[in-house]
Structures are given as C-alpha cells and as structure tokens.
C-alpha cells in the first residue's frame, strides 16, 4: 500500500494555499496517497468564487510581500489552485470539505470547486490520518 | 556525466518556480517509452535537488545534472 500524508488546510491565506499546493504536489509526485481535509478559512478559498482571488497575505510576509505578489501576477509562480489541479491529475489526491465548516457557513458542495469531492466529519479524517505516515497542520 | 550522452526529449521549464520543472518532467515522462532520456532545463535551485531524489523514489535513473550559464540540465532516464 502506498504511504499517506494527510494535510488539514485550516487557512485560506494565499502564501498557505500555495504551501498546500506545492507540499500535495511533492507528495503526489513521489506516488504517496495525499487526504487533504478543508476547514474554516481553507474551506472558504475552496469555494467557486474564490479559488482564483489573490490574497490575503498576512503580515509576517510583509518584507516578501511585493515579490510574493510579482511572482502571482507574472504568472512565473503557477496559481496555487492550477498546481494543485495538476498534482490530482499526476496523483493520488483526495480532498474532503470538513461537516462543521459546512454547516457554519452554510454551503453545499455544489459552492465549491470539483476537486472537493466529499464532506467529512473529523472522526472520519483521524481515522484517515491514523494511517499516514506524515501529518501536517497548514 | 558522460557528454556523449544522447538526449531524446528536452523539457524546458526554465523560468519556472518549484515545483513547475518536476511537474513537467512528470507530464513528459508519461508520454515516451521506457529507456527515453529527458533534459530538464530549470532555472530553479530547488528543483536540481529534488528531481534526482524523485527519480530515485519513483524508480527512475538519474543521468547526472550541470549547470550553465543560470540553467540547471538535469538528465533522468525513463527506466520503467
């Protein structure tokens, strides 16, 4: 069986969203089964509308602020959402929209991007996590 | 590296932010059959290290890597 990492993307901050990105995608290139479970403002980064926004940074980014920004625009940094389209198209990639942020912000799966493909509750996603072999908090 | 070393496909990621230049490499890699040797140009640091520890991972041959001029050539092998 594959090794897994199961990643809890809790921030919906750009320079986080890229760090998911771009950690699913190393994973999903060394053939690991990547779960990947959205809470809170992960959750709201997820949704149709606002997959393609750029920003919020937050303030400990301040001094990489303008290149972070350059980077985005000049489209050398590929969009942290085509990234990670493209480590699903490569890999094993799952990604599950946690229950309670559904019910809080009151959303459907049909709000969000089609990569979400389920929602779970957090019983559901340790039992997923207790069999990774790597864990990660973003 | 040996200089004689014949490449096949050339993937040219140059300009391309981590992890752009191995997600290429990927997308080519599944396109040519086994025993094809790739040149991956990239201009990223990041990528000179990780492309060789992914193609050891996966079951690849890495070939050998240089740089010139600014641009790394990294040469793996498709190998299954």
Redesign the interface.
């Known amino acids: 069986m594959a090794d897994q990492a199961a990643i809890v993307l809790e921030s919906g901050s750009l320079d986080k969203l890229y760090a998911l990105a771009?950690m699913v995608?190393?994973a999903a290139?060394?053939?690991m089964e990547v779960h990947v479970f959205l809470t809170f403002g992960g959750l709201l980064a997820f949704k149709k509308e606002n997959v393609s926004k750029i920003g919020p940074l937050p303030d400990d980014l301040a001094e990489g602020k303008e290149a972070f920004l350059e980077?985005v625009k000049s489209g050398?940094?590929?969009a942290w959402y085509q990234?990670l389209q493209?480590?699903k198209a490569?890999g094993d990639v799952h990604i599950q929209a946690c229950g309670l942020s559904m019910d809080l912000f009151q959303l459907e799966l049909s709000d969000l991007v089609p990569e979400v493909e389920d929602i779970m509750g957090a019983t559901g996603f340790m039992s997923l996590a207790k069999e990774a072999q790597v864990s990660l908090f973003i | 590296m040996q200089d004689s070393l014949k490449v096949d496909r050339t993937v040219d990621a140059r300009g391309s932010f981590c992890p752009g230049p191995l997600m290429e490499l990927i997308k080519s890699i599944q396109e040519v059959p086994v025993g094809t040797v790739l040149d991956v140009l990239s201009s990223d640091k990041g990528s000179a290290k990780d492309i060789p520890a992914w193609a050891q991972k996966v079951g690849h041959e890495f070939l050998g890597g240089r740089e010139e001029n600014g641009t790394y050539h990294i040469l793996v092998k498709k190998s299954k």
Do not use: N, Y
């Open positions: 771009v995608s190393g290139a060394i053939g980077a050398k940094m590929p990234t493209q480590a490569i």
